[in-house]
């Protein structure tokens, strides 16, 4: 496989996972909204923390000086010129997609264009402006879609584990920061005066954790819904489960060699994946959930960073990829949170 092929893969699949979270976190908070009341309710205090969740503060308020839920719901769902927006992350998807046209199945290709034709339609921006909860709704319905067609129509081999690594690495992060909006809320319920019970429910809403969640553990508890959506495999979304599948995927694509013969990427995902099985939730509360993930997207990153360089800058030690010399020096398509990577890619580049 090329790594052009192996990174177009990998950033379709991401694309993909990052416009389903922010449609269900969207979707979330405006139900929070509607539980809450809207008389006399501050929207800020809702809508700050999706863009500290998205990274997106600095440039939402480089165009706004207010928080207000149609500004917040328009930046992070069809504003062109926000590169991290659903608009802009179907269309990254799908032109990841078409440079992989050969490579992925007729229902996959077809299943991408048609959500990019949808958002951009006369009739999807029509819909986000009048009924934003059916526009949200349908993103997820596609991106359901997308991941039942990619399960059952893509052959177990390369391109199957970097759709994974895609997939999982990208609901890791978006899981965390979720997680993170909640780190400074009491741990206490009703009745107590610091309790912060629709929040708490939001954000496992916000996960499609609701129901998993009441099943296992009746009644919502904060201490519990931090074990359940950051430690407990047995949920699909949760940060262990989508770091388990990390590992898993490169194991498949790098072998489980031991020692020095170990890849970069294999060890790190392999030991953040010790590190949670190991990890109670005590444990967490005792760091303090802020700095505990804090330290988890750092490794996160560590882990995006060294997939990068193994399967598309430095691809020595693995023959099976080829780089052609013109994919070398041909740059590479820019995701929200690998700023720095391209960055180091490209003073590589001038270098040589």
């Known amino acids: 496989m090329l790594s052009r092929v192996a990174d177009s893969i990998y950033w379709m699949a991401r694309y993909v996972e990052r416009a389903e979270n922010f449609s269900r976190l969207l979707l979330s908070t405006q139900d929070l909204l509607l539980d809450a009341g809207v008389d006399g309710v501050d929207e800020a205090q809702f809508w700050q923390p999706i ?74 921006q029509e819909m986000h402006r009048t009924q934003s909860a059916r526009f949200y709704e349908r993103v997820l319905s596609r991106s359901y879609e997308f991941q039942g067609i990619a399960d059952s129509t893509t052959p177990r081999g390369d391109s199957w584990h970097f759709l994974r690594l895609g997939t999982c690495l990208e609901r890791a992060d978006k899981m965390s920061r979720l997680l993170d909006t909640c780190s400074g809320l009491s741990l206490e319920m009703s009745p107590h005066r610091d309790a912060r019970p629709l929040r708490w429910a939001a954000l496992l809403r916000s996960c499609s954790a609701r129901h998993s969640f009441q099943a296992y553990h009746g009644k919502p508890d904060p201490k519990k ?32 060699g031991l020692g020095d013969k170990m890849s970069e990427p294999v060890r790190h995902a392999g030991r953040l994946h010790a590190d949670l099985v190991y990890t109670t939730v005590e444990e967490v509360l005792e760091v303090g959930l802020h700095e505990f993930i804090d330290d988890l997207q750092t490794r996160l990153n560590q882990i995006g960073d060294s997939i990068f360089k193994t399967f598309v800058l430095n691809i020595e030690d693995l023959p099976e990829l080829e780089v052609s010399e013109a994919e070398s020096s041909s740059g590479l398509p820019l995701g929200a949170y690998h700023t720095d990577v391209n960055e180091e890619a490209q003073q590589q580049q001038q270098q040589q």
């Not at 769902?77 to 659903?86: F, G, K, Q, V």
């Not at 990841?96 to 991408?112: F, H, K, M, P, Y």
């Open 225 to 256: 819904i931090i074990d359940y959506l950051l430690l407990d495999e047995a949920l699909p979304r949760s940060v262990a489960s989508c770091v388990a599948e990390v590992h898993s995927a490169l194991v498949g694509l790098c072998g489980a």
């Open 51 to 124: 863009l500290a969740t998205t990274g997106d503060d600095e440039a939402y308020h480089a165009l706004h000086q207010r928080v207000t839920g149609d500004d917040v719901t328009a930046f992070l769902a069809l504003r062109a010129d926000n590169p991290n927006s659903i608009l802009n992350c179907i269309r990254a998807a799908r032109e990841n997609a078409r440079t992989v046209r050969d490579q992925i199945s007729n229902d996959i290709w077809e299943c991408l264009n048609g959500l990019r034709l949808f958002v951009e339609s006369d009739q999807g």
